[in-house]
């Protein structure tokens, strides 16, 4: 009988150490990527273009869609980014030109932590400026 006692203990025993390994691996797990849309509109009054949201989060791995919703061409410039930014070529997306044309970039290693702001070339002077801040994911700010 006492040997059954210590069998079971140490299975019982060995049967929660793998929960709960099996628990921190989960936790651990890194958040499914999200694609973040942000609309180009154009809209009455006195700043008739804008970005919509025009402040939002992104995570690395979230991919940026900018949608064309406007009757006039816009664009997305990165115009300011945090240190560390390595944006290259993208810093400056293409025009788009009709309703429903998207822009897309993913959110990678060329993108530092921190607020970046965003400008449409030809309408920054009339307000045309959206803010992003990125964070790290969640996998890379739970080692911390």
């Known amino acids: 009988m006492r040997r059954s006692s210590v069998l079971s203990s140490v299975v019982l025993g060995g049967c929660l150490a793998l929960s709960a390994v099996g628990a921190q691996q989960t936790a651990a797990a890194p958040a499914p990527a999200h694609t973040i849309v942000v609309n180009l509109i154009e809209r ?4 008739p273009f804008g970005f919509d949201p025009q402040v939002f989060t ?3 791995g979230d991919t940026l869609r900018f949608v064309q919703l406007a ?4 664009n ?5 980014v945090p240190k560390g930014a390595n944006l290259g070529a993208a810093l400056s997306g293409p ?3 009709t309703k429903g044309q998207a822009y897309s970039i993913v959110v990678d290693a060329r993108f530092a932590d921190g607020k970046y702001e965003i400008v449409c070339d030809p309408h920054e002077m009339i307000g045309m400026h959206a803010f992003l801040n990125v964070s790290g994911s969640a ?3 739970a080692g911390k």
């Open 44 to 47: 009455p009054g006195p700043l």
């Open 58 to 60: 992104a995570e690395r």
């Open 71 to 74: 009757a006039t061409m816009h």
């Open 76 to 80: 997305v410039h990165f115009k300011v």
């Open 95 to 97: 025009y788009l030109t």
């Open 139 to 141: 996998v890379m700010t």
